[in-house]
């Protein structure tokens, strides 16, 4: 569709191939969005930071699911997969009130905190697995040597399963990019700091909607995603394998 004449996108009969196919809106979007740019850094921005934030909290917290014993840590991991199941949706009522209580609203932190959230509990369950394959005699034998056990974390684990950590990077990236709609129309409303989902809805509700130009936009805010598979892909493969042989 980005690539068909404006006329032919609305013509009857739809053809997929027709005269005139051309990258064109490519080149024209940016004069018909202005501000189509500062969407895309601001997806990519609020996409990594919520992968970034997201890391810190899954990294110990899959190591210490996968690896120790202590009370209620089934009742929290079916917690943490019932979570997954309940849709941004529902949340955006009372975050808005908090969110206004201490002043967030209209800020990066009111899309990249819930973002986060959001994803943590998934990102637990990929790299918990990944953590119960790596060996315990490594850990053993650098606590016996008098490591602490957040050097053990730092040295050891984290080294050894960084495949799954790039897994889990990549999930909770594509997810970030993926919910920012809904979290930006609720909380944001400066258009500099929309993201491209946001971005790009008013143009897509005009009554002479310049499709191939929207669809044009679209394609061009979602190549970074496209872009870090191909560079992670080796990494990614050996992460979900090893992740599935045991848990």
Do not use: C
């Amino acid at each position: 569709m980005s690539l068909r004449p404006w006329r032919e996108i609305i013509s009857i009969p739809y053809e997929i191939v027709t005269e005139g196919m051309s990258f064109d809106a490519y080149f024209s979007v940016w004069n018909y969005i202005p501000l189509l740019g500062h969407y895309i850094w601001n997806s990519i921005f609020i996409g990594l930071s919520v992968t970034v934030l997201s890391l810190i909290a899954v990294i110990p917290a899959a190591w210490a699911f996968g690896r120790f014993e202590f009370k209620g840590r089934s009742v929290l991991l079916t917690a943490f997969l019932t979570i997954t199941m309940i849709g941004p949706t529902v949340f955006v009522l009372p975050l808005f009130k908090i969110f206004l209580k201490v002043g967030l609203l209209n800020t990066y932190w009111a899309v990249i905190l819930p973002g986060a959230t959001f994803l943590i509990p998934t990102g637990i369950w990929l790299l918990r697995s990944y953590m119960m394959t790596i060996p315990r005699e490594l850990e053993e034998a650098a606590w016996v040597d008098g490591a602490s056990r957040l050097y053990i974390l730092w040295r050891v684990i984290i080294p050894i399963a960084m495949p799954g950590i790039v897994v889990v990077a990549t999930a909770t990236f594509i997810g970030a990019y993926s919910q920012q709609f809904v979290l930006s129309f609720a909380f944001l409303w400066t258009p500099e700091m929309q993201p491209l989902p946001l971005g790009l809805y008013p143009y897509a509700q005009q009554i002479s909607a310049r499709w191939n130009e929207v669809m044009a936009a679209s394609i061009i805010g979602i190549l970074p995603v496209l872009l870090i598979y191909p560079f992670l892909q080796r990494r990614m493969v050996a992460g979900l394998t090893a992740g599935a042989v045991k848990q």
